[in-house]
C-alpha cells in the first residue's frame, strides 16, 4: 500500500458501529489514514474519544462548527480522501444516500464528494429485505457505489438472516484492494465458479459439502477490480455477489457445466467451486419415507468433470484454465497429478483438514502448481490470495 493513502470514514447509527474500531486500527497497519464522521446517531454507540484515540485524529460531527466550516469542512473532508467508506451503512443513511439528502455533515460530504464510495450494510434482515431498502441498494449500485456484504448470521437483535456486518477484516481487505486496484485486466473476459454443488436425493434431501463459497467469490471481486468482464457462477451460499459481475446461481454439477459452457468463449477460467463427484442415480421424486429403521440404499453416478471438460475444448478454450485441489493430505503431490490428469494450467492446492479451518474461513494456506513450478503464497486472507492470483493471471498474459 501507499503511503499517505486516506479513507474518510463515516459510521452511522448501528450496533455494528463498534465493529469499526476495529476497522480504524487494522486500515492503520496498511499505512491508511481515517479521519471521520460520527453520525449523531452513530455517536450512541460508540463515543468521539475511542474513534478519536484509535485514529488519531479529529473526529468530525457537526456540520455548523464555525471552525471547520471556515474552510468548508465537509466539502473538504470528502475531496481529500481517496475513499468515502459508509459503515455501517443503515437503512436510513442508504435511504438518504439514494434520495440525495444532505441534512447532516455526513450526508453533505456524500453529495459533496467526487471520490469513489464504499458501504457495508448493517441491519435488521425484514429491514435488508425490505422493497424500499432493495431499490435503494440497486440505486446505489447503478451510481457506482461498491457494495461490500451484508452476510448471513445471528443478529443482535435475536434474528437470523442477511444483514450482518461482515467481519472487520474482509472489509478492510475490500479497501485495500480497492485502494490497490489496477485496471490490469480491462478488456479481458473472466468465468469464475464457486461454492458447493447439491445433488438430489430427494426432494427435500441432497448430497453436498463445506464450501462456502468465499474464495470463488473473492477472486471475482479481485479480477473485476482489475477490469475484467466476469460471469460468476455460483452453488447455493450465504454470500452476496460482488458487484459489477454477471452472476448465475446454480444448484447441481449438471447445471454448472451447462453455466460454464454458456459462458464460452472467454479469456480466463477459474474453477473454485467444490463440486460433488456423485449423484444419486434416479433420484426419487418423492420424499423417501423410513422403513423399520432399515436406511435406503442409494446407487451413484459419476458427476461430469468440468475442469477437464472445459481444458479439454480444442477451439475458443480459454488462454488460461486455472483449477483448485481441496486435499487432506500430499497436498503438492496430489496438485500435481490433478494438474496433469485435467489438462489444466494451473492448481491452486490448499490443505483443508479440519485443524486448517479452510472451509468456511477466512484464510488460506495456498499454494500455486504449475507443469514447471510450484509457488507457496503461505498463509493468508481469502482476498489476498484472489489478488495475488489475479496479479499472477494479469503477469502471465502479458508475457
Not at 117 to 136: G, I, K, L, R
Not at 230 to 243: D, H, I, N, R
Not at 271 to 286: I, P, S
Not at 344 to 349: G, H, M, Q, Y
Request: a neutral charge; charged letters at 20%; proline letters at 5%.
Amino acid at each position: 500500500m501507499n503511503q499517505n493513502k486516506r479513507v474518510l470514514l463515516i459510521i452511522s447509527g448501528g450496533i455494528a458501529a463498534y465493529k469499526c474500531l476495529e476497522v480504524i486500527r487494522r486500515l492503520q497497519d496498511h499505512n491508511i489514514s481515517c479521519p471521520t464522521i460520527l453520525t449523531k446517531a452513530g455517536a450512541e454507540f460508540v463515543t468521539p474519544l475511542s474513534v478519536s484515540a484509535l485514529s488519531g485524529g479529529k473526529v468530525f460531527q457537526d456540520l455548523f462548527d464555525l471552525t471547520d466550516e471556515q474552510e468548508m469542512g465537509h466539502i473538504r473532508l470528502s475531496r481529500e480522501a481517496d475513499l468515502v467508506l459508509v459503515a455501517p451503512a443503515t437503512a436510513d443513511i442508504m435511504a438518504k444516500m439514494a434520495s440525495g439528502q444532505a441534512n447532516d455533515l455526513a450526508t453533505t460530504a456524500l453529495l459533496a464528494t467526487d471520490k469513489p464510495v464504499m458501504v457495508a450494510p448493517a441491519m435488521n434482515p425484514m429491514m435488508w429485505q425490505h422493497p424500499a431498502t432493495q431499490a435503494n441498494l440497486e440505486t446505489l449500485k447503478e451510481r457506482g457505489v461498491t457494495i461490500v456484504g451484508p452476510e448471513s448470521g445471528d443478529m443482535a437483535c435475536g434474528e437470523h438472516g442477511a444483514g450482518r456486518f461482515v467481519e472487520p477484516a474482509v472489509l478492510v481487505s475490500s479497501v485495500v484492494s480497492f485502494l490497490n486496484q489496477s485496471q490490469n485486466l480491462k478488456g479481458k473476459t473472466a468465468l469464475v465458479t464457486a461454492g458447493p454443488t447439491r445433488e438430489a436425493i430427494d426432494p427435500v434431501r441432497y448430497i453436498s459439502n463445506h464450501s462456502s463459497g468465499k474464495q470463488g467469490y473473492a477472486i471475482a471481486e479481485a479480477l473485476v477490480s482489475a477490469g475484467a468482464d466476469v460471469t460468476l457462477v455460483s452453488g447455493p451460499t450465504k454470500l452476496a455477489p460482488p458487484t459489477g459481475v454477471n452472476f448465475v446461481p446454480i444448484n447441481t454439477a449438471d447445471e454448472l457445466l451447462a453455466a460454464s459452457k454458456a459462458a464460452l468463449p472467454t479469456d480466463i477460467a477459474i474453477f473454485a467451486a467444490a463440486v460433488a463427484d456423485y449423484k444419486v442415480a434416479n433420484a426419487a421424486t418423492q420424499k423417501i419415507k423410513k422403513k423399520d429403521g432399515k436406511a435406503p440404499k442409494l446407487e451413484f453416478e459419476a458427476n461430469p468433470d468440468i475442469l477437464a471438460t472445459i481444458a479439454s475444448i480444442k477451439k475458443g478454450r480459454p488462454d488460461l484454465v486455472i483449477g483448485f485441489a481441496a486435499e487432506t493430505e500430499n497436498l503438492i503431490k496430489n496438485a500435481q497429478s490433478k494438474l496433469k490428469k485435467k489438462d489444466c494450467d494451473w492448481i491452486l492446492a490448499n490443505d483443508v483438514s479440519e485443524k486448517t479451518g479452510t472451509f468456511g474461513g477466512d484464510a488460506s494456506e495456498v499454494h500455486l502448481v504449475k507443469s514447471n513450478a510450484n509457488e507457496s503464497w503461505g498463509h493468508q486472507s481469502k482476498q489476498a490470495t484472489a489478488r495475488q492470483l489475479v496479479e499472477a493471471i494479469a503477469q502471465e498474459l502479458k508475457g
